[in-house]
């Protein structure tokens, strides 16, 4: 069972992604292909955080990883 909270991280200057819905692929009722459970969108460069929605209505945070961190997470 997936529960919520995916997270999609970006990088310090990216201002676009594409991720795959973890709900969606998880959900055994309407099971996706990989290509309709995929969801993208834009971020603004001054934005730290953001949200996605996949078709289907799943909420994705988006989170911008801070440079001066990227050494520390283990
Ligand atoms: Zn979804």
Request: aromatic share 6%; with cysteine.
């Amino acid at each position: 069972m997936i529960g919520e909270g995916q997270t999609i991280w970006l990088a310090p200057k990216a201002i676009s992604f594409t991720a795959v819905c973890d709900a969606c692929l998880g959900d055994e009722h309407f099971p996706e292909s990989y290509l309709n459970a995929s969801v993208s969108g834009t971020l603004r460069l001054e934005a730290r955080h953001g949200w996605a929605t996949c078709r289907r209505g799943h909420e994705i945070r988006v989170e911008r990883a801070k440079r001066s961190l990227a050494g520390a997470i283990r």
